[in-house]
């Protein structure tokens, strides 16, 4: 069954420490991975999206990362501000037929950074 | 920097009663999308719609919903009668091409439906 796992599931931090987030799938095949941030009662807002021969992409502070052998992901955020403060969800499109409509999801991890 | 927008935010209906979901995609985009996510759970598929036709939808997606594109700029997601568990968050998302390896979804700032 295809699932996407994430860790931790919280996780707190004092502003302008470093995180890591990780993510561990098991859609196969697929077609990408993503990372979204979704504040609270808010729609999720895309931070960065892999293929599957990708293995690291940035976007300002985050950089993910991806391991396509062993399934594994993380998003790495440096310089932590308060308004990071979030749920950060993993996201996998399995490869159907050659397109990419549907979307698997993590559950997400809650972070707070705290002043 | 076009967004997609839904409304309403926040809609609250007894059971029983039929609720309309809007959205409005951005302009130029042809793929659109409807999830939902329960309080405190994964964010899940309902349906994806292209060519005034649904392309695919999940287990969720029983003969109590339907998607409409009633006049080419709206988006509507339909709960014929709802229950008290279709209660959650309500997202729409678009996408210009799914045909790119990155098939990037915008999505809106949601509804929230709660059934009493």
């Known amino acids: 069954k295809n699932q996407v796992e994430q860790s931790p599931q919280s996780l707190i931090i004092l502003e302008g420490k470093n995180c890591t987030l990780q993510?561990?799938?098991?859609?196969?095949?697929?077609?990408?991975l993503r990372w979204y941030k979704q504040d609270t009662g808010r729609g999720p807002v895309s931070l960065t999206i892999?293929?599957?021969s990708e293995n690291t992409k940035s976007n300002g502070r985050y950089t993910a990362t991806l391991d396509a052998d062993t399934k594994q992901s993380s998003l790495h955020i440096t310089a932590s501000q308060l308004s990071d403060s979030a749920s950060y969800i993993c996201?996998?499109?399995?490869?159907?037929?050659?397109?990419?409509?549907?979307?698997?999801w993590g559950l997400g991890t809650s972070l707070a950074v705290n002043p | 920097e076009p967004e997609v927008t839904q409304t309403p935010s926040h809609q609250v209906t007894q059971m029983g009663q039929e609720v309309i979901l809007r959205c409005v995609p951005i302009?130029?985009?042809?793929?659109f999308y409807w999830y939902r996510q329960i309080l405190g759970q994964k964010v899940e598929f309902l349906v994806s719609?292209?060519?005034?036709?649904?392309?695919?939808k999940s287990e969720i997606f029983d003969d109590q919903f339907s998607v409409e594109r009633p006049d080419g700029s709206n988006f509507t997601l339909k709960i014929r009668s709802t229950k008290l568990e279709d209660s959650a968050m309500y997202f729409c998302?678009?996408?210009?091409?799914?045909?790119?390896?990155?098939?990037?979804?915008?999505f809106g700032p949601g509804t929230r439906l709660t059934v009493l």
């Open positions: 892999m293929t599957f």
């Open positions: 719609f292209y060519n005034n036709e649904i392309s695919e």
């Open positions: 302009s130029n985009h042809l793929y």
């Open positions: 996201v996998v499109s399995p490869l159907s037929a050659g397109n990419n409509r549907k979307l698997i």
């Open positions: 993510c561990n799938y098991t859609v196969s095949p697929f077609s990408n």
């Open positions: 998302a678009s996408s210009a091409s799914v045909l790119s390896s990155y098939n990037e979804q915008f």
